[in-house]
């Protein structure tokens, strides 16, 4: 199979994933929106306190104006900031939680040819979770090293570029650095999405094992995983684009539900691409990392051979001497 054929094998692969589990996006897309309006509800009783007695929120309520909303936030009577944002952080917390929860019963569906029950999806999230615990706090410590390091030496060639004579070099150094690493930290989340795939369809409960060889089966093929991750961000780039221009083109500023339907569709069509690229990751798992389970030929028992039943005897006849 070509590098081309491969790579639309993966894309087409987990673009059916997602599309013969449309569910499991409408309900991550609730949960999202559910905790969402719960993070918020701090912040929208500080700002009802404020603009209920305020001629200025009309200024907020049809449009969005900065000047207003900076003065709005440094009232006294606004209250500390850090309330409402710690109440966001907290239930940003929760959504990693139960994306550690669901995720395996996700990928467990994914790779299963019928319509997974409750009951295994369920089990399949209680086996793995803490499993995804571990191996998503390793991808944050990993990845967090790597982009610190990354945008440092970012920073130093564009410092050293800027005192070059040519005035653009800086910017075009800036652009490239930012390029190289989007897809140095595409590869880094590659081989940790191979790794939860690995964890929840071969049983391994040796997290390291499942990152060790997430790292080798990417490296392998990094071009063609790359390439199909890269395509499904690019989607997920064309949806927000689409989402930001529809806002601003054909919703008022005035208009509180067309803004909120507009902003909430735009939201729900970028959980596809997230969900494609695990399928992407799933299909490549099933495609090359599954050992091929070996035909066992069983030759047919030879025929048994006719049994040659003996001939019902029959009596001889009783002479006629012998009658009474």
């Not at 086996?127 to 191996?135: A, M």
Request: a positive charge.
């Amino acid at each position: 199979m070509t590098d081309s054929a491969m790579q639309r094998g993966l894309l087409s692969g987990g673009w059916s994933m997602v599309r013969h589990n449309k569910r499991y996006v409408i309900w991550f897309y609730v949960l999202n929106l559910a905790l969402a309006i719960c993070g918020t509800l701090v912040f929208a009783r500080q700002v009802h306190a404020t603009l209920d007695h305020s001629l200025l929120g009309d200024r907020l309520l049809h449009g969005f104006d900065l000047t207003v909303y900076a003065e709005m936030v440094t009232l006294p009577e606004f209250g500390p900031t850090g309330t409402s944002q710690a109440a966001a952080f907290g239930y940003a917390m929760v959504f990693f939680l139960f994306t550690a929860l669901f995720m395996p019963g996700i990928l467990q569906g994914y790779a299963s040819t019928y319509r997974l029950p409750r009951e295994d999806f369920f089990r399949a999230c209680g086996r793995n979770l803490w499993r995804f615990v571990r191996l998503m706090i390793v991808a944050g410590i990993v990845m967090g090293i790597v982009a610190g390091v990354l945008f440092g030496i970012r920073a130093a060639l564009i410092k050293a570029a800027g005192e070059s004579t040519n005035e653009l070099l800086s910017v075009y150094v800036s652009m490239t650095g930012l390029l190289i690493i989007f897809l140095i930290m595409a590869a880094l989340r590659i081989c940790f999405d191979i790794a939860e795939a690995d964890v929840v369809l071969s049983d391994q409960r040796a997290v390291r094992r499942s990152i060790a060889k997430g790292f080798r089966y990417t490296w392998r093929t990094l071009g063609k995983l790359l390439g199909s991750y890269v395509v499904t961000t690019i989607v997920a780039a064309t949806i927000l684009v689409i989402g930001l221009w529809v806002w601003g083109k054909f919703v008022p500023p005035a208009s509180v539900l067309g803004a909120f339907v507009v902003s909430q569709l735009t939201l729900l069509l970028l959980l596809i691409p997230r969900f494609w690229q695990r399928g992407v990751a799933v299909t490549y798992y099933l495609k090359n990392m599954v050992e091929p389970v070996a035909e066992q030929s069983f030759a047919a028992p030879p025929a048994a051979a006719p049994v040659n039943e003996p001939a019902a005897s029959i009596p001889a006849a009783v002479p006629d001497s012998q009658v009474p």
